[in-house]
């Protein structure tokens, strides 16, 4: 068994596409939150169509991000999901990574199975628990089995199958702006109000710790509320498009985290630290004191004269005062000046 503790793991929906070649943000993300230098990751790749290749690039990808064992775990019916050689290599897994594919496929090996209870289980104890595409929507209660493309809800749109559950009370959707799921993951959350839809951009992971979601990546992560949807989905027929009114609209960039039990957004964009606060006040400072210099260029030179006589007699006035010499001082000629004592352009150039 794993020495993982602490509570449940870290959950990542992917969006799909995830950079394997550069950057490999999303992907690092998830190898540092299986352990780091520490990982051991079982790769699932029973929703791919691919042979054991898929298996090898994720190998090779998630070796290279510095994860200490990968292995590869592929049940391909219900049978092989409740026999025990394929569930063993789960228990003592601190990071568990499913691959797209075909989602109806995934669910229909996993879901309800010994297989499936071994997810549940490595998570709750701590391990990390992530997918790409189809791996990502199995994530939720309930998941997007297939549906078509589109900006416009419309009735039959798609269709839901049971999922893991380990996204309580969301549908997760991916590829989302770049297939154009809007309109499909819009019709579920009118058909279903309680349930948030969560739409998933490619390259982008939705990193949901307890009550929070997290973004990160290249893209953003889409959140559709229906709490307070007025809707006609209940006798909307066959095709037509479904009236959803009154939905809240989120779109997360990355490092936005949002609360998926009040339904807000807790926080956007990187904090600055105090030091950078501060620093950032002085130089706002200094900006002002330019824009005031910047402001009195192309005064009267008249004006200019004035204020240094006027500085003058000021200067010897308190050093009379005093009863001390001193020598004569001038001010700094700034903005802010009495307007009375400011001579028109016009007159100054005639």
Do not use: C
């Amino acid at each position: 068994m794993s020495e993982l503790q602490g509570g449940p793991g870290a959950l990542f929906a992917i969006g799909g596409a995830e950079d394997k070649l550069k950057k490999r943000m999303v992907l690092q993300e998830f190898v540092e939150a299986a352990g780091g230098a520490k990982a051991r990751i079982v790769v699932v790749p029973t929703a791919s169509a691919l042979g054991p290749d898929v298996v090898d690039v994720y190998h090779a990808l998630f070796a290279a991000l510095g994860a200490e064992s990968v292995v590869g775990v592929r049940p391909e019916n219900r049978e092989d999901a409740d026999d025990p050689a394929f569930i063993a290599p789960l228990n003592d897994a601190t990071g568990i990574f499913m691959t797209g594919g075909n989602q109806l496929k995934l669910a229909g090996v996993v879901t309800g199975t010994a297989f499936g209870r071994a997810v549940t289980a490595a998570h709750a104890r701590g391990a990390a628990v992530g997918g790409t595409s189809a791996g990502a929507s199995i994530l939720a209660e309930h998941m997007i089995a297939f549906g078509r493309s589109g900006a416009t809800p419309r009735q039959r749109m798609s269709q839901l199958s049971g999922g893991l559950g380990l996204v309580q009370g969301a549908i997760v959707d991916q590829h989302f702006a770049q297939r154009n799921r809007y309109g499909r993951l819009l019709s579920l959350v009118a058909q279903s109000p309680g349930l948030l839809g969560i739409g998933v951009d490619e390259d982008t992971a939705a990193v949901v710790r307890g009550s929070h979601l997290e973004v990160v990546g290249r893209g953003a992560v889409t959140i559709f509320d229906g709490s307070r949807i007025t809707s006609n989905a209940h006798y909307a027929k066959r095709s037509e498009p479904i009236l959803a009114s009154g939905v809240v609209l989120h779109v997360l960039p990355a490092t936005s985290t949002f609360d998926l039990r009040d339904r807000v957004l807790l926080s956007y964009g990187p904090q600055p630290s105090p030091s950078e606060i501060a620093e950032l006040a002085g130089a706002e400072a200094d900006l002002r004191k330019l824009a005031k210099e910047i402001a009195a260029e192309g005064v009267s030179p008249r004006y200019y004269a004035e204020r240094k006589r006027r500085a003058g007699k000021r200067t010897a006035h308190r050093s009379a005062a005093a009863g001390e010499s001193r020598p004569e001082a001038t001010e700094p000629i700034t903005a802010g000046a009495d307007p009375d004592h400011v001579l028109d352009r016009s007159q100054a150039e005639q």
